[in-house]
């Protein structure tokens, strides 16, 4: 399964989300399909995903927030699946791809590729929703069922180690910041 046919797949469905996604690949693949102002691009902080997506959903809980995230990053921060499961947030659904290696950085291979469960782990740190999908028809799926459930949800999807032909886009980081703010600060004023 392709991690692009993934995302083309729930696109829709992230229109009126809050999206937080790691760098790299994950990045460069959502903005191929299309920037929206709700898209923040979590650059330069591998691993942080999560707490940011967190940190969201505890500030905005009538706001669905959906965390783009990757083994390579969560392996980094096993800690944020407890404080999750601890908070437990309604509206935050955090979606893993694992494809088995840290392809934004050269392709060294990570834990899951000799082993590691993530959806073992998540079930072990206390997330109430979670699932391993292999599929693009099951991923877009989980994906919807955990929005329309509103409670907190990992998806772990296993996909294939390939990604874009370059992570560099024509999109300021900066911008991505103060665009991202601009939109949060508007959910405010409705």
Do not use: W
Not at 22 to 38: D, F, K
Not at 44 to 57: E, I, R, T, V
Not at 105 to 123: H, N, Q, W
Not at 178 to 186: D, H, L
Request: net charge neutral.
């Amino acid at each position: 399964m392709l991690r692009l046919e993934c995302l083309r797949s729930i696109y829709s469905e992230l229109q009126n989300c809050l999206v937080v996604t790691i760098m790299g690949a994950v990045a460069a693949e959502l903005q191929s399909l299309g920037h929206r102002p709700n898209f923040f691009y979590l650059q330069h902080a591998m691993g942080l995903a999560s707490s940011m997506g967190l940190g969201l959903a505890l500030c905005l809980p009538e706001q669905q927030v959906i965390v783009i995230d990757g083994d390579g990053s969560l392996l980094m921060n096993l800690g944020s699946l407890s404080t999750m499961a601890r908070y437990r947030p309604k509206k935050l659904v955090h979606v893993v791809f694992d494809n088995e290696s840290l392809l934004s950085v050269g392709g060294f291979p990570t834990a899951t590729s000799t082993g590691t469960d993530l959806e073992g782990i998540a079930r072990a740190s206390g997330i109430p929703r979670v699932a391993t999908v292999r599929s693009v028809e099951s991923f877009k799926a989980a994906v919807s069922d955990a929005v329309r459930s509103s409670e907190l949800t990992t998806i772990i999807a296993k996909v294939e180690a390939t990604g874009p032909t370059a992570y560099v886009t024509d999109l300021s980081l900066l911008e991505n910041r103060f665009q991202f703010r601009r939109y949060i600060q508007a959910l405010g004023k409705h």
